[in-house]
């Protein structure tokens, strides 16, 4: 089992940026890929970013390319997600999760995490 816990989330302003951060206890997270959705209000859980176990490779949404990066630190079991020049439409709660590969989807996803809110304002 690994447990994952997000944190980071808030209020900002358009343009603004926040970094959000996914904390693994239990199973090492080194064995698997990370990825990051997002849920807006009364939609569906998409694809955001994602990145291999070894961080060698990364795969991102094209709603988001260019002004997310996500990164990770295998040593002390932490994933995160850099968001710059956010928008109203990335409002949303983001949730981390450990899978299995960088493909985006939730086909493969192994864990959950609970979720943090990130709301932009205009």
């Known amino acids: 089992q690994v447990q994952l816990e997000e944190s980071g989330g808030g209020l900002v302003q358009a343009g603004g940026s926040l970094r959000l951060s996914c904390a693994a206890s239990?199973?090492?997270?080194?064995?698997?890929?990370t990825g990051w959705f997002r849920q807006p209000p009364g939609k569906e859980r998409v694809f955001v970013a994602a990145i291999s176990w070894s961080g060698g490779n990364t795969n991102y949404a094209d709603s988001v390319k260019g002004r997310f990066t996500i990164s990770r630190d295998n040593a002390k079991n932490m994933v995160y997600l850099q968001m710059n020049s956010l928008k109203p439409e990335d409002t949303a709660v983001y949730y981390c999760?450990?899978?299995?590969?960088?493909?985006?989807?939730?086909?493969?996803?192994?864990?959950w995490g609970q979720g943090t809110q990130v709301t932009v304002s205009s």
């Open positions: 239990g199973r090492t997270l080194s064995r698997y890929a």
């Open positions: 999760a450990a899978k299995h590969t960088i493909v985006p989807g939730t086909g493969d996803v192994a864990f």
